[in-house]
Each structure stands twice: as C-alpha cells, then as structure tokens.
C-alpha cells in the first residue's frame, strides 16, 4: 500500500510517518514527486495497516496498490520520472540517446567512435568492457581496461559512461567507473544482481530479456525501486519469436503500454532489435514517433572489423543520419535531444578525427 501525504507535508511529518511504517514492520520507502510525497509501505500482504497510518500527521490517504510491481506503478507515482546523469536526460519530454560500440576494442576506437557520437549530438557513451557472449571463446571483453578506456573517452568528452555489469561480484569495480549501470537481457532476473546494482545509487538501464512478459521486466525493476534507488529506466531490445527476417521482434507497441503501466522511461535498442544495420534508423524513428523517451545504438568506426555484433553497428555518417531523422520525429511529438552545448569536458575537445582507422585490441 502506499501512504499519500498532503501538499506541503512537512518534512517532520514525513519523517514520522516513516517511523509509524517501520514500526508496523513494513519497508518504508519514500517517493518524492513533485507536487506531493507518497511513502510506500512495502510488507506483508495479509494485512492492512490503513487504519494506523490514515492518522499519521500530514496523510491525506492509504491506498491499496492493485498492481504486483507497486513502486513502478502509476498509482504510486503519476507523474513521470526523469533520470538523467550530465548531459543525459530520458523522461517526459527529454529523448536520451545513448550511442557507441558494442565491445570496448582500443583507446583509439572508443575515443573516435566518442567523439563522433557526440559531434552528432548523442548525450551519452555506451561500450561494453564486460561481454556476455553465447560462445565461450567469444571475445569477452577488456574488462577493467576496458572502462579506464571509457573514463578517458568521458573525460575528454564529456558523456557519461553506459556500460554493463554482469555479476555482483564486478559491481563496485564497474561503479567505480560507470556512470549507468546497465543489466542485460540476460541477467534481468538475476535478482541479486539487481539489489546489488540498485544499492550503489547509480541510474540503472534494464533490459528486457528476450522472453519476459511486460510484468516480468517490471517486477524486475521493482527488485531495483526496493532498495531506494529510484533511477530506473526499462530498455525493449526485441523478444524471439518465430520470425527470421531479424535478429529478434522489436515490440514498439511495449512503449505505449508501459507508458500506461509505470512512471519509469523507457527506451528502445534498434541495434539488438533487429540486428541488421539497414534497418536501425528508421526502427529508431519508429521508436520515438511511438513515445520512447530514449534510444541506445550501437556505433563503430568500421563496423566490418568489430570484435562484436557489427553487423547491426552503424558508422560514423550513419549514425549523423539517425539523428537528423530522429530529431525531426522528436520535434513532431513533443520530445528533445540534448543539444552538444550542455556537454562540458574537462579538457578541450581536439579537432574530430576525419578518417575512422583505429587499432584494434586482436
């Protein structure tokens, strides 16, 4: 259930009916909305606790949540939840685009692929230093070379860090480095995983796994809202189903229909989605025209000679062309891009590199 509290509760009230919750034997968690404070009272189901909370100081009502996921759920929250890190903002009327290469290859591959990502107009990096692949003997990944790569790329220019966390064990060296931790599609329920990754604090990027059902993937955001961390953003990345025209079935009606269901943003990957590089752009589109509050894509400088999934990775130029398109859609419904002015690196931004060779790490 969740306490409600009126417009211009005190902090001091709000304090204290915390303590009413946790007294009660329940798990406070407070959500800070901006019109008003609601206290969710997360325990045992069998009983209410309504009548010891409505003369709490400062309640206006106790409502019993009807939805399994009750922190993500709109009856807690009604307006919609903005998570944002530097220049990256995904939520309401600000369209996040989180853009880079699949796998962390070289210095000089992630600091190229950086910077043409942000001349684009991208508000954020995304690089994987740890890689789930399905083959053993894949390539797996620079680890933590890897994301001192992608603080490099950060501190020159000036986009937050994307990148994913596979174990509970990796999570404070990633944390460390990482700006958003992404769980993948395949861990999303790792439960463990998910506490742990919430307890750091950071904004997390959930993914939904290629066979979860909507409530699934909000129950497992839900692991996340629990322990406080309210930065969540849900991620479409396509399920299986019997097609083969494409890598999965990138589901756009989810977008809308979470929107019906949660507060959290949501955002779509074309790249994954599909899996095929003709198709990215215009799936991106298809995506924002239908509500997405962000995009993640990936992005090499030659995507011929990726270490992972290039062939689903745009270049420099077709990456220039999503956005033009992207932001001609964003217009058209209400949304906006992070423009390259609100990116403030610590050094000065040398000239963007004209031809996209790099060494690759083999």
């Known amino acids: 259930m969740i306490v409600v509290m009126k417009r211009g509760a005190t ?41 010891s909370l409505e003369s709490g100081p400062g309640v206006a ?3 019993r949540i009807l939805a399994p ?26 369209l996040g685009v989180i853009a880079g290469p699949c796998s962390v290859e070289s210095l000089e591959q992630t600091l190229g692929t950086a910077r043409a990502v942000r001349a684009a107009g991208a508000t954020a990096l995304r690089g994987g230093a740890f890689k789930p692949r399905t083959s053993p003997y894949s390539f797996q990944g620079l680890k933590e070379q890897g994301l001192k790569i992608l603080a490099i790329a950060r ?15 990796d999570i404070s060296l ?26 750091t604090g950071k904004p997390i990027l959930l993914k939904r796994g290629p066979a979860a059902t909507l409530d699934e993937l909000l129950l497992a955001a839900e692991y996340i809202l629990n322990t406080g961390n309210q930065q969540v953003m849900l991620c479409e990345r396509g399920i299986r189903t019997f097609e ?35 198709l990215v752009a215009r799936m991106a589109a298809a995506a924002v025209a239908a509500g997405a509050d962000g995009l993640i894509v990936e992005v090499h400088p030659e995507p011929e000679r990726a270490l992972s999934d290039g062939y689903q990775s745009l270049n420099f130029k077709q990456f220039a062309e999503l956005m033009d398109l992207c932001r001609r859609i964003a217009a058209a419904v209400g949304k906006q891009i992070g423009h390259a002015e609100d990116l403030q690196p610590s050094v000065s931004e040398p000239a963007m590199v004209a031809d996209n060779s790099y060494q690759a790490v083999r």
């Open 69 to 94: 996921y009750k922190m993500a759920s709109l009856e807690v929250k009604p307006e919609r939840t903005v998570v944002g890190v530097g220049p990256l903002r995904v939520g309401n009327s600000h």
């Open 174 to 199: 990633v944390a460390e480095y990482a700006d958003v931790l992404q769980i993948g599609a395949r861990n999303m329920q790792n439960y463990r995983l998910l506490e742990a990754a919430g307890e």
């Open 61 to 63: 009502e106790v409502v």
């Open 11 to 51: 902090p001091e009230q709000i304090a204290h009916v915390i303590r009413l919750v946790e007294d009660l034997g329940l798990k406070a968690v407070p959500i800070y909305g901006t019109e008003r404070t609601v206290i969710a009272a997360v325990g045992d189901k069998r009983e209410d606790y309504r009548q």
């Open 244 to 278: 083969d025209h494409t890598r999965y079935t990138l589901s756009l009606s989810v977008v809308p229909a979470l929107h019906d269901r949660t507060h959290l943003p949501v955002v779509v990957d074309p790249s994954h989605g599909t899996g095929h590089t003709s």
């Open 155 to 169: 501190e020159e220019t000036g986009l937050p860090i994307v990148t994913e966390v596979m174990t509970p064990s």
